[in-house]
């Protein structure tokens, strides 16, 4: 309780702490968690998502950089889950420290993964909530793209910007599909590198491909040239493509801009609180599960797992079967 | 009961049926699954993960090749997370046609994700369970490399190969740590293009790093220089690191030598069945997380799930207190 109260009147270093236990998933942690929920819910999420390669920790940097300017205090969350004991997110922060260290608006953390299923995803959430309580007013989420605990991470945010560069490999698409899927805004950084134009056309195309109703606005011209400024329509977003080289600066303030005018249209049109609404369904099947494995265990001595899992081994039943005769005995 | 029967009797079209529905989860597939399960417990499980542009569907389609070659049979399940719609695995399929269809000892399965949490990791080890016990000798896992998910899917594995190239990215290296933890046998594919040695170089130092007992075996001299030909000591695997060309076969006789190593080296010091009673141990997890679920809320009416929904959008109480109170209410 201390420690959430400290963490509301803008301590750091408890807010520090505080993110080391609910990511160790601490019962303080816990406890702090749920005091501080009710503070929660004025942040912007914003998921940042792309290969290694496409700049994008150089892209959060300037983000986060152009954010402070508008007088917002700004949090990142660096998410690496394939790097678990290395940590690239950890060198990330180094370079990042030049530009934003010593300003307090700005808080960096990392995370790599480990531990249980869903569980970089919901602790991403938490730490996301314990930022938001302490009123950092908008969230950089950064993960490394392609695969489905991305996809999990990005659904924890209101805007999900996915990053390419030019010339990433030969057979990018395969990979990209799914990850267009969740992209509200595209963006090409290293721009000023050969093959942007490659890169933009076959995003453009794989983008009327994930979006067949833009073809259709396109062809009645109700909706300018997919660029930058393409201007959604009847409540339809329509991912913008845009050029960003972050280690100038070039294209950030369009970018910006392109963040802004999604949030706004997310709060226009109800979106907003239909993917809060999502996000804590997906919190609370999450906790249900947590919550009913840990009181059915506590009452099931470990010889019968054992010898269900034994069983299992042995080809005697299969797992289904050892879980279904395991409740059903205990009932 | 009758698909199982007809799985079991080498019925190839009973088989791809079986298939589908155990990847929808219907209740004929489980039975069947239920009923096969006894039956499985002799396959080589094969984990192939990889980045796009490594190759790694043309060195799957060679290995197979190759075990058919061995009198062996082999079932491919490539498993495409972050491509839910357009399916790169599908693309791979037909390509993969030329070269194994009409051989009545090759099975291919593409599965792209969707779904719940875990969700496709069950689902593949489902899947390996049908091939396991309709009389396939290997099963091969083929993923697109990085991310949890796929690190998921290699522990389903005996085997876990990663497949580089040269020359993919400027900064691989974050990407790769995670994924090397869990590789048994590394494969720099594509081996005729500049920049392998490069390749190779990063690659071994950064085994170095994740083994760094390595190290000390090799300042003792009792381990030779590590490349293909690294023999283990003393129940410790040191991943080899091979060349392969895939388009035209170069280093697949020894990849398919240095496989066969693995698997006795696996079942010479009892880890065959360590790494079969942790998949086991995890499905079971899994198993009882879906049927609690389901009983759980079998029982409670939809308004009460409905307003604890709502007491967390309004910030009442966080997720876990919801839930809290939803399980104490309800004993």
Excluded: Y
């Excluded at 950092?136 to 489905?148: D, M, N, P, S």
């Amino acid at each position: 309780m201390e420690l959430a109260q400290s963490v509301l009147k803008g301590d750091r270093l408890a807010l520090a702490r505080l993110l080391s236990r609910v990511e160790n998933d601490t019962p303080e942690g816990r406890q702090a968690l749920d005091a501080l929920f009710p503070h929660t819910g004025r942040a912007h999420l914003i998921g940042v998502t792309g290969a290694p390669g496409t700049g994008k920790s150089s892209l959060v940097n300037q983000l986060a950089l152009g954010i402070r300017k508008q007088g917002q205090r700004v949090a990142i969350v660096a998410v690496d889950p394939s790097s678990p004991f290395t940590g690239g997110a950890v060198l990330g922060d180094r370079v990042r420290m030049r530009d934003l260290s010593g300003d307090s608006g700005v808080f960096i953390r990392s995370m790599a993964s480990r531990g249980s299923l869903g569980g970089l995803a919901a602790t991403t959430a938490a730490i996301t909530q314990v930022f938001d309580a302490a009123g950092f007013e908008v969230i950089l989420i950064e993960t490394v793209g392609a695969g489905q605990s991305e996809v999990d991470i990005a659904r924890l945010a209101h805007t999900t910007i996915v990053v390419e560069a030019p010339g990433l490999g030969d057979d990018i698409q395969a990979i990209k599909a799914g990850i267009l899927e969740i992209a509200d805004i595209l963006v090409i950084n290293k721009a000023d590198r050969p093959g942007v134009e490659t890169t933009e056309r076959a995003l453009k195309t794989m983008l009327e491909l994930a979006h067949p109703v833009r073809k259709v606005f396109r062809h009645h011209g109700q909706v300018m040239e997919l660029n930058g400024e393409t201007v959604p329509q009847e409540g339809l977003w329509i991912p913008p493509v845009l050029r960003t080289v972050a280690t100038d600066g070039r294209g950030i303030p369009e970018l910006l801009e392109a963040i802004a005018r999604h949030a706004a249209h997310l709060r226009s049109n109800g979106d907003w609180a239909r993917r809060e609404r999502a996000r804590f369904q997906a919190e609370f099947d999450l906790r249900l599960q947590e919550m009913l494995m840990e009181r059915f265990l506590a009452n099931v001595p470990a010889q019968r797992l054992e010898s269900a899992l034994e069983s299992i081994q042995l080809r005697k039943c299969s797992p289904r079967e050892a879980v279904s005769l395991l409740i059903n005995d205990k009932n």
